[in-house]
């Protein structure tokens, strides 16, 4: 374990199936802390539609500032429909953006594994998706989504694309990294035959891949890359992009899984590396939304939850074999055909989602 002798962690449950499935994270986390003897102090707070009808705001004052004393946050979903006009000047969805710029979460990690007893799971083929191993290294601070949008009258809109030298020398740094623990092959994505920023984006890339000759560097454009991500996934190791890009990639690379379900992130802040057991801040979520339509019936899928706490883990507590131990117990319940609707097959039994996660700390603490 690090040097902490009580690790703190903010919990953000947030809205819809978010609180769902951060229950059985939560509950996972416990189970480890029996296991390997460690002490988990975790505190609960408001964001998104919760907190704007308590507070009026996605991200109160009060929630930042126990983010900020944590170790790390594990966070459910944003989102709800009473909120959901794009039009409005508050927004559940602000709470990400907010926490990403006050906490310097510029790196998001996004594994995608496919479990060999889902690969049938998968809208595709299973001889396509088998064995697919990769993660989408994302940058998280900058580009379309943080520049300046403007409304020009009632029938014109511009939104900016930005990014510094700094900035992508940066995410570069951790996909670099992150490969090197990896197949050391980095494909960076960009949309260089038509944007100035993706222009610059090569550039810098092919800099920062100067200092890594043991890794193999290929540029892709993003159209090519929508297309091979589902025609040859297996050939991916780490997927390094800009903002945009990130977001939509790595939401299509739920359907290579299975399930977005099933599908974990962690976003990193400041620090030399994404290298396990390093202690980086980061805060972590399932990929999967708040899915209002079916919360509260217990049949959301919290594996993605558990195996973010997984990642919670790894990269901000250095607790790399506890990580281990838990994405082995995930394993184990789905080896033992144990599913929730999201990943059955048809006519398949499935448990709730409360019955999944106990399921998982059976395995976890061998009972």
Not at 5 to 23: F, K, S
Not at 62 to 73: H, I, Q, S, W
Not at 220 to 249: K, Q
Not at 259 to 284: K, Q, V
């Amino acid at each position: 374990m690090t040097t902490r002798t009580t690790c703190r962690i903010a919990v953000l449950p947030g809205d819809g199936i978010g609180v769902e499935v951060i229950a059985e994270a939560e509950k996972v986390l416990w189970a480890v802390g029996e296991r390997f003897g460690h002490r988990f102090v975790m505190e609960r707070a408001l964001v998104g539609g919760a907190a704007m009808d308590a507070t009026g705001e996605p991200l109160p004052e009060t929630t930042l500032a126990l983010c900020k004393a944590a170790d790390a946050v594990l966070f459910g979903a944003v989102g709800d429909p009473r909120y959901d006009d794009p039009q409005a000047a508050v927004r559940p969805e602000q709470a990400l953006l907010g926490l990403r710029k006050e906490l310097g979460l510029f790196a998001n990690l996004r594994p995608v594994w496919v479990h060999p007893a889902l690969a049938a799971a998968s809208p595709l083929r299973p001889e396509l998706v088998q064995g697919t191993d990769l993660i989408v290294v994302r940058e998280l601070t900058g580009g379309i989504y943080f520049g300046q949008p403007r409304v020009e009258g009632r029938r014109r809109a511009v939104d900016t694309m930005t990014y510094t030298c700094g900035e992508v020398e940066r995410i570069a740094h951790v996909a670099f990294r992150m490969a090197r623990q990896r197949r050391r092959k980095v494909t960076s994505v960009d949309k260089a035959n038509v944007l100035a920023c993706s222009r610059l984006w090569r550039s810098v890339v092919a800099e920062v891949a100067r200092g890594y000759p043991d890794v193999q560097l290929e540029h892709m454009l993003v159209d090519a890359a929508a297309m091979h991500l589902l025609r040859r996934p297996r050939d991916f190791d780490v997927v390094l992009t800009e903002n945009m890009f990130g977001d939509i990639l790595s939401d299509e690379t739920s359907v290579l899984a299975g399930s977005m379900g099933m599908l974990p992130s962690a976003s990193l802040g400041t620090g030399p590396s994404a290298s396990p057991g390093e202690g980086r801040f980061g805060l972590y979520e399932p990929v999967h939304g708040s899915a209002p339509d079916i919360a509260g019936q217990g049949i959301a899928n919290p594996l993605a939850a558990i195996l973010s706490a997984a990642l919670l883990l790894r990269y901000s507590l250095g607790l790399e074999a506890e990580a281990q131990a838990v994405e082995a117990a995930v394993s184990r319940v789905l080896d033992a055909g144990h599913r929730t609707p999201d990943i059955a097959a048809p006519g398949q039994a499935t448990v709730s989602t409360q019955q999944m996660g106990a399921l998982v700390v059976e395995a976890l603490v061998g009972r």
